[in-house]
């Protein structure tokens, strides 16, 4: 279970990234994102991951991952392990996006507690 409990984490760092992904990318985006996700979840600091697909509303995204850090140096350390791994196993991601028709918005994220 994740825990985003801004208040009492208020170091946790998110990793959300927004997809567009054509249905015959589905196959290999989706082998792709288990492959990475089953490589993140052994790095220091990693506190969970979830996908989402749209199921309405505007806009081209239909699937947003999201990932939990315990902290902006996990996160940093994360990036430069993913790169790392990428390189070791002859992934190019970015090829493979422009390959599939797959369309990426990546980013790090903090929350903002919202203050009643």
């Known amino acids: 279970m994740i825990s985003m409990d801004v208040v009492k984490n208020p170091g946790l760092r998110f990793r959300i990234d927004n997809f567009t992904v054509p249905d015959a990318a589905r196959e290999p ?3 792709a994102m288990r492959r990475n996700f089953a490589f993140i979840q052994t790095l220091p600091g990693f506190q969970g991951h979830m996908v989402f697909e749209k199921t309405g509303g505007p806009g081209s995204f239909n699937i947003a991952t999201i990932a939990v850090w315990e902290s902006q140096d ?4 994360a990036v430069a392990e993913v790169g790392a791994f990428y390189k070791k196993n002859g992934i190019d991601m970015p090829a493979m996006l422009k390959r599939y028709g797959i369309k990426a918005e ?7 507690p919202l203050k009643e």
């Open 74 to 77: 996990a996160i940093d350390k």
């Open 106 to 112: 990546l980013g790090q994220f903090s929350a903002l």
């Open 29 to 31: 985006f989706e082998t």
